[in-house]
């Protein structure tokens, strides 16, 4: 079955501190990897697109990593900023319009 | 300079009465998807229009329709209204479908309230 797990499900940092998000995906056949970060009461926007030959990408302060062969993909935000604060959905796609979407991790950041 | 449009941003109707939430893009894509999230959950997509070749999931209920009457708009339509209805639904379009990564594009949603 494709389904796409992320972790943790919630996290709270500080301003300023790094920290990291999990995906795990079982989607088969697999084309690409992607991050959106949803606001709340907003439509996602794309922080990256990988796919399954890149091992990582980075979007500013926003670095993401693929392991292909595990099928783990991370998220890292360095230096987080208050504007951070947000859902961040992991989407693993197949081939034509197979979207996996992952429950997404929901971000906050405190001043 | 707005890509995705939706309209409206919130939208309120009676349990049974039909509504249509529109879409507009000025992307010119050939894509466009509507997906529907409800609160805490993963967007789930309901159909999409490749051009004008409508393809539904196969669990997207037969409560819900679309049109797409022109590259520019498409549209939702709920035509019996549930409780159960009650979401954000989701706009996004895409260039093409066929190449492993092509770009999907968001609109801000429309969050629909059934009373």
Known sequence: ?111 | DAMVIQNPRYQVTQFGKPVTLSCSQTLNHNVMYWYQQKSSQAPKLLFHYYDKDFNNEADTPDNFQSRRPNTSFCFLDIRSPGLGDAAMYLCATSEDMTSGTYEQYFGPGTRLTVT
């Not at chain 1, 920290?19 to 926007?45: E, I």
């Not at chain 1, 595990?70 to 796609?93: E, G, N």
């Open chain 1, 1 to 111: 079955k494709n389904q796409v797990e992320q972790s943790p499900q919630s996290l709270i940092i500080l301003e300023g501190k790094n920290c990291t998000l999990q995906c795990n995906y079982t989607v088969s056949p697999f084309s690409n990897l992607r991050w959106y970060k949803q606001d709340t009461g907003r439509g996602p926007v794309s922080l990256t697109i990988m796919t399954f030959s890149e091992n990582t990408k980075s979007n500013g302060r926003y670095t993401a990593t693929l392991d292909a062969d595990t099928k783990q993909s991370s998220l890292h935000i360095t230096a987080s900023q208050l504007s951070d604060s947000a859902s961040y959905i992991c989407v693993a796609a197949g081939w034509g319009q197979n979207f996996v979407f992952g429950p997404g991790t929901r971000l906050s950041v405190l001043p």
